[in-house]
């Protein structure tokens, strides 16, 4: 495939690494000094304008499986798409980062027909659901939604005292709708069976249906939470804060305060919440913190576009004593370091967008929905073939490492026990190990 | 300043007011009231007359400067009521209590100075009627409304003379805009009379409670108010028309539009709404010694609530009598008044939203020094140089209570008439307690205190800051006015 990537900055050049093994990839950008990064990979560099038709003839845009218009600028990377559309690339990918063109009338199909881009990603927008979501799991270290919601995925760690190490899993009798997909211990994941006995310390991957997994999630945690209205910290108020403030502000249960060091920045957030509480000062600040208490928090969630202040406003809070940290990562490089040193959940919004795009490429059948523990497991959705034969899941021999997490049947979800059946048109939600993932893609894709 | 295209707008103003003394003359003369006939058809001439004089160097109004249009927003209010206490002096009063008798009129006060009802004709009270009812909406409102020619002149002195902090124009063209509030207006008091004729009201009645309802004025021509008519239904219907007319008409004019979500989503309306639910239990409550039967007391209750909130001054009770936590309840609904844009008096309800929820912010500022902690209505920032008008201007308005009190209890008064009459004429509502209560009249105070009291009435109808800006003296600094270098 012969891919063109507008711009070589953090995306463009995570992409170029993911996809330029198997794929053809021109790489343009204005600035030149950024040809040196591309050096060590098998691309071609071409300098100059995404909006120019002279660069893209010269990257021969015509002959073109697939345009990524990934700069830091929202109207260049439109602008680019139309003119390489209107020069006859057969597919566009458009970046985003303000919400001002996802409002206009007629929403990303206006954008599509105006300016012919196939999709359009928002990687900041798309972090801040994902930051809601963890935080509308109390307890959850992480959480995931698919199917539009039908289907849920949250991950606990199991304390001494849990309801649920205290039988083997066929005993616990948990509501039918939600299903322990997966066990990780000691850095292994493991699939459980009826006789798998769970143990303090051991962190579950929980899947099914909301209704179901939120009668599980009261017997997760030993004693009963009380019910009080959860304290969220937010540090830093750009484009990935304000956005989840505004989620935030409008549900229920949530006490938030937003810490944001620009003035005018500030006034705008102050006046756009209806209940949050705005602060001016710097996330990094101590007296600052201290004075507002801001240890008392249930999640602080640091979103500075900046690594270094994110990582130190995040130890402040840790030392300060809030109980979840929820932090955001601009290179993904430093991602497993972020873990590594005690942040609860650090998440990158790019390196998702990143992930989506080379699983579109590459992924054929088979869906990838989400990537879990630092890449060790994978939860992918698979269409199985018209001509699939139907059989009940017991009498099925899956690649080890696997599990159908859930069964998409037109508008029905099943969460799938022994007896019940893969039928073709079925859409399954699969957990796989990363090892078996093509295994499991064969598996259901073949009849 | 220039004089003389300050004398002459006014003048403009003078000569169309003229004209509706015309309408009492009428009825004056359907009654057979024919010292009043002559009395009204002269005013009207004088007026006409002094009017034309004043206009006698006409100048085109279309570069008016700011000291320029409160001069003529003022002087009108003024004028016009001197123009309007000719007939009440021919008809016996002296001029000091004819001119109160017209500045409560026009400034929907509804203070009144007549002793025995009796001696009036009833050409007397429809005119106090319809003084009432043209300065309910405002008559500089009403002449950008009907005059053509106004220009953009006309737009200053609209918002110069509109009631509360608002600026919501309905239309882009003000002359449309006070065009569409006096139909609404006049609507709403067409309305109200056919109610009233329904349940039994004598029509000239009807006609006259419901220019003063409206108008939230309280001038009645029965001698008890509403109560002398005994008719509880004619007293539910008032009550619901004081309602709408304490309410922004900006807002009914919106939901005869079709957007029925008009009332419910105006946080000033939501606040109108809770103020009168709360005062009006409270005063079920406190009111069970005096009225001892539940519903008659509950209609009490919401009609005197209702009448002093809004600053109609409308008794259906004569409310001085009764136990001091229910008159304490009454006395504070007359700090608050009627919704902004609405034909209430007092310092309106916005104002008052506001100011709690600044003082409230001042709490959370304590608490957190680094919060940014904008003032906020219906979800949109309240600007700081608003925020500050607000404030300022309720500083101003205590303190014209307090003058007032000092002066008019310097005069004679005992404390609680001098503290319930000043805020009665400041909040253009009527009736105060003891001396002054809604069976009793404002005839024996002093004369300084009547003129003090009649000056206030002006300066709460215009919003104190219009006329106390132009004490300071470089707006006396006259130029003459040059033609226009073409």
Redesign the interface.
């Known amino acids: 495939m012969r891919i063109i990537i507008i711009g070589g900055g953090e995306v463009g050049f995570a992409l170029s690494r993911e996809l330029s093994r198997d794929h053809g990839i021109s790489v343009v950008d204005t600035d030149a000094s950024v040809r040196e990064r591309f050096e060590n990979l098998d691309v071609e560099f071409l300098s100059g304008s995404g909006t120019s038709a002279e660069t893209l003839k010269r990257a021969h845009v015509d002959e073109s499986d697939l345009f990524i218009a990934c700069t830091g600028l929202d109207e260049v990377n439109m602008v680019s798409c139309a003119i390489a559309k209107g020069l006859g690339t057969p597919r566009t990918i458009c970046f985003v980062s303000r919400d001002d063109f996802a409002g206009t009338d007629g929403g990303v199909e206006s954008i599509r027909q105006h300016f012919g881009i196939e999709r359009i990603i928002w990687p900041e927008a798309q972090l801040a659901e994902e930051i809601e979501r963890i935080i509308a799991a109390p307890g959850a270290i992480d959480a995931e939604v698919f199917a539009g919601g039908r289907i849920r995925l949250l991950e606990f760690r199991l304390d001494a005292g849990s309801p649920l190490t205290t039988a083997a899993l066929a005993a616990l009798r948990l509501p039918k709708g939600a299903l322990i997909v997966a066990v990780k211990r000691r850095d292994a994941i493991e699939i459980p069976r009826g006789d798998t006995r769970l143990s303090a310390g051991d962190k579950i991957f929980l899947m099914g249906t909301p209704e179901a997994v939120g009668q599980v999630v009261p017997q997760i945690h030993g004693v009963q939470q009380k019910q009080r209205a959860q304290l969220v910290t937010i540090i830093g108020g750009g484009d990935v804060g304000f956005r989840l403030a505004q989620r935030l502000d409008a549900a229920s249960g949530v006490e938030l305060r937003v810490i944001?060091s620009d003035?005018r920045r500030?006034?705008l957030?102050?006046?756009t919440l209806?209940r949050a509480?705005?602060?001016?000062?710097d996330g990094t600040d101590l007296e600052?913190l201290e004075?507002?208490d801001i240890g008392r928090s249930d999640v602080l969630v640091s979103v500075i576009d900046n690594d270094e202040k994110n990582l130190f406003a995040s130890l402040l809070g840790r030392s300060l004593g809030v109980k979840r940290i929820i932090t955001r990562v601009s290179r993904p490089a430093n991602l497993r370091l972020f873990e590594r040193v005690g942040i609860d959940v650090a998440l990158s919004a790019r390196g998702a967008a990143v992930g989506s795009i080379v699983h579109q490429i590459q992924g054929g059948r088979a869906h990838l929905l989400a990537v879990l523990e630092e890449g060790q497991a994978t939860i992918v959705e698979i269409a199985v073939p018209p001509a699939f034969r139907p059989r009940a899941l017991m009498d099925m021999q899956p690649p080890p490492q696997s599990i159908v997490g859930a069964i998409l049947r037109g508008n029905d979800v099943v969460i799938p026990r022994g007896p019940d059946q893969v039928r073709p048109q079925d859409r399954l939600i699969v957990f796989a190990a990363a090892q078996s993932v093509a295994a499991v893609r064969d598996y259901f894709g073949t009849t | 300043m220039r004089i003389a295209l300050v004398l002459s707008t006014i003048g403009a103003f003078l000569r169309y007011f003229g004209l509706a003394l015309l309408a009492p003359a009428l009825v004056s003369l359907y009654y057979g009231e024919h010292r009043d006939v002559i009395a009204f058809a002269g005013s009207a001439a004088g007026a006409v007359l002094v009017g034309q004089v004043m206009r006698y160097r006409r100048e085109p109004v279309h570069d008016l400067r700011r000291v320029e249009g409160l001069a003529i927003v003022a002087g009108s209010w003024m004028l016009l009521s001197w123009a309007a206490a000719v007939p009440f002096v021919v008809a016996g009063l002296n001029p000091i209590d004819a001119v109160f008798e017209s500045m409560s009129g026009l400034t929907t006060t509804g203070a009144t100075t007549m002793r025995d009802f009796a001696d009036f004709g009833r050409g007397v009270f429809f005119w106090r009627a319809v003084t009432h009812w043209i300065g309910g909406m405002g008559v500089i409102a009403l002449f950008v409304a009907v005059l053509p020619r106004l220009g953009i002149g006309g737009r200053q002195l609209f918002f110069a003379e509109a009631a509360g902090p608002t600026d919501d124009k309905l239309t882009p063209q003000i002359r449309d805009t006070a065009q569409a509030l006096w139909v609404v207006y006049a609507g709403l008091t067409a309305a109200q009379v056919v109610a009233l004729v329904a349940v039994g009201m004598p029509l000239y009645d009807s006609v006259c409670n419901a220019m003063a309802t409206l108008a939230a004025g309280g001038f009645s021509p029965h001698a008890q108010s509403l109560m002398g008519y005994r008719n509880p239904a004619a007293e539910w219907i008032t009550i619901i028309f004081m309602f709408a007319a304490g309410a922004n008409f900006a807002l009914h004019y919106r939901t005869l539009r079709g957007e029925l979500h008009a009332f419910p989503r105006d946080e000033e309306f939501r606040a109108y709404a809770g103020i009168v639910l709360v005062s009006v239990l409270l005063l079920v409550v406190f009111l069970r010694p005096e009225v001892p039967d539940l519903t008659d007391r509950v209609r009490h209750a919401a009609f005197q609530a209702i009448s002093i909130l809004t600053t109609t001054g409308f008794a259906s009770m004569d409310f001085a009598l009764w136990n001091d936590q229910s008159k304490m309840v009454l006395l504070a609904l007359m700090f608050i008044g009627g919704c902004a844009g609405s034909a209430g008096g007092g310092p309106k309800i916005v104002r008052q939203v506001l100011i709690a929820r600044y003082t409230l912010l001042e709490l959370r500022r304590v608490l957190h020094p680094r919060g940014v902690l904008p003032v906020k209505l219906g979800g949109r920032v309240v600007p700081d140089d608003v925020m500050r008008g607000v404030l300022v201007f309720f500083l101003f308005y205590l303190l014209v209570f307090a003058a007032s009190t000092l002066i008019v209890s310097a005069f004679g008064a005992d404390i609680v008439t001098a503290i319930t009459a000043s805020i009665a004429c400041l909040g253009n509502i009527g009736p105060g307690f003891n001396a002054v209560g809604p069976m009793g009249h404002f005839a024996d105070l002093h004369p300084v205190s009547k003129v003090v009291l009649t000056l206030a009435m002006w300066i709460g109808r215009l919003e104190v800051l219009t006329v106390l800006a132009l004490v300071r003296p470089e707006v006396w600094q006259t130029s003459r006015w040059r033609r226009p270098v073409r």
């Open positions: 944001e003035p500030g006034e957030l102050a006046a209806r509480l705005v602060l001016k000062g600052l004075s507002e």
